[in-house]
């Protein structure tokens, strides 16, 4: 999955040798050099995350994407397999940007997904309980 991190577009993905825990106390790493402490907080779409003594800011890709795999302005799509626990808009609905749109979790983590700008909602076509795949397209928003 690609996102913004300190700035510069980068695909994420986990090398086959390390594996992240999560635990009470944050995250452990483990790796060919050992295992680390890491801790990531969320602030909105963004996560900081420390590790090893460095931090970096992971950010979503905002609409405008038209590329392989990507968002179109103004689409959400799952970015992880999950469930929709919530909906907050149908519709019709005028949202402004930022507002909550649906609740998805993936992994055990809930994340509010949210309009990428004021406009109408439209191709929500999705249920609180329904599966949704990577990709699968959540809903849309038109600028008014």
Same mark, same amino acid.
């Given at each position: 999955m690609k996102r913004l991190i300190n700035g510069e577009e980068v695909e994420l993905s986990l090398p086959d040798d390390f594996t992240v825990i999560r635990t009470a106390e944050g995250l452990r790493v483990r790796g060919p050099d050992g295992t680390h402490s890491a801790a990531a907080v969320r602030?909105?779409?963004t /996560?900081?995350?420390s590790y090893k003594g460095r931090v970096w800011q992971i950010d979503p890709i905002r609409h405008g994407l038209d590329h392989a795999g990507g968002e179109a302005e103004g689409e959400r799509r799952a970015q992880l397999p999950g469930q929709v626990i919530e909906v907050a808009a149908a519709n019709g609905d005028q949202v402004e940007e930022g507002a909550k /749109?649906? /609740?998805l979790e993936a992994m055990k983590m809930q994340r509010e997904i949210t309009a990428p700008f004021a406009?109408? /909602?439209a191709h929500l076509d999705i249920k609180k309980g329904d599966q949704v795949a990577e990709g699968d397209l959540l809903f849309s928003v038109e600028p008014d």
């Open positions: 602030s909105g779409d /996560v900081h995350v /749109v649906l /609740v406009g109408t /909602v």
